[in-house]
């Protein structure tokens, strides 16, 4: 059984179109040639050949002009919402090439998250609100893995690894600060050094974490022996075995936003000054959106004369 037959191409640039719809709507080829900014001859030549490809004539030429033959009526309207509709989306395209428009996927540390994205992503929103934002948290492994995946634009996290091949560009310097509860005794303290975690209960965070990296190579450095009473998934669960007297532990202060403060208190760390970098993670030679060029760039002025934002730099640590 034969199918439907196969209806022949017809190939009609834009500038033919253009063309067409300029003489019909000014009313001969001499005008739309000084409109178009060609000479008639082009313009005869441009008609000419749109009516090759369509296997009929557009207009007929005579005393009156150039009138539109029965073919032409037929593609004047289709001409115009062909017309129109790039028209339409040569704006969008613009649109999105001056980074007003687009989505951006941004994998972040849940501690930055917390602390740093909303008010970063509101001000951008607030300036360009057409983007989409797409923000997802996790740690540190997982986060490098979407990136390596180019499952998001980027990520904003601690240094990865450099057997991964990613790009890292610093932004923050996050201090570690000591936690316990407050009725804790050395809640009395002002500041507490590292060695007495050697002596305290210690709860840590999982193995996997950015955090057990940092508290583990300090104390592999200092040649402290110390065995987690207490091994947690995540920051708020070790805050909330810490709040409830069965330990102490050191996390980063942008971390402070993930648990309750209410029954616990922190205080500085001594005998050595321990942080972690934070800093943007992307694929090496990446070819970003200008979109999300531009939000990076409001995330790497962070780094401009502080180790962290404003609005975490005010909080007194208690």
Excluded at 44 to 71: C, K, P, Y
Excluded at 75 to 84: D, F
Excluded at 157 to 164: F, I, K, N, T
Aim: charged share 20%.
């Amino acid at each position: 059984m034969e199918g439907p037959p196969i209806m022949p191409r017809i190939d009609l640039s834009l500038r033919q179109l253009e063309a067409f719809t300029e003489i019909v709507g000014t009313g001969g080829f001499r005008t739309a040639a000084s409109s178009l900014h060609i000479s008639q001859p082009a313009l005869s030549r441009t008609i000419h050949l749109a009516e090759e490809a369509l296997g009929a004539r557009l207009f007929d030429r005579g005393n009156q002009g150039a009138v539109l033959t029965a073919a032409g009526r037929q593609l004047l309207p289709i001409a115009q919402r062909i017309l129109r509709e790039f028209d339409t989306s040569r704006g969008e395209l613009a649109e999105f090439l001056a980074g007003r428009t687009g989505r951006i996927g941004i994998a972040v540390l849940p501690s930055i998250g917390v602390s740093i994205m909303p008010k970063i992503i509101a001000g951008f929103l607030a300036e360009f609100p057409a983007v989409r934002i797409t923000l997802q948290g996790l740690s540190a492994g997982p986060l490098q893995q979407a990136v390596i995946d180019g499952r998001v634009d980027y990520g904003f996290s601690v240094r990865p690894p450099a057997g991964l091949g990613l790009v890292f560009e610093p932004v923050l310097t996050d201090e570690f600060v000591f936690l316990c509860s407050k009725d804790d005794m050395l809640a009395q303290r002002t500041e507490v050094p590292w060695s007495v975690f050697s002596h305290c209960p210690f709860v840590a965070t999982s193995q996997n974490s950015s955090i057990r990296t940092t508290t583990d190579a300090v104390f592999a450095q200092a040649e402290m022996a110390v065995e987690p009473l207490y091994e947690c998934g995540n920051v708020s669960m070790t805050a909330a075995i810490v709040a409830a007297g069965l330990g102490v532990t050191a996390i980063p202060r942008l971390s402070l936003g993930l648990v309750d403060q209410t029954k616990l208190v922190t205080r500085k760390l001594v005998a050595q000054s321990v942080s972690r970098q934070l800093g943007i993670v992307s694929r090496p030679s990446s070819s970003l959106s200008n979109a999300a060029e531009r939000l990076k760039s409001k995330l790497l002025s962070l780094s401009q004369g502080s180790t962290l934002p404003r609005a975490i730099r005010s909080k007194r640590l208690r």
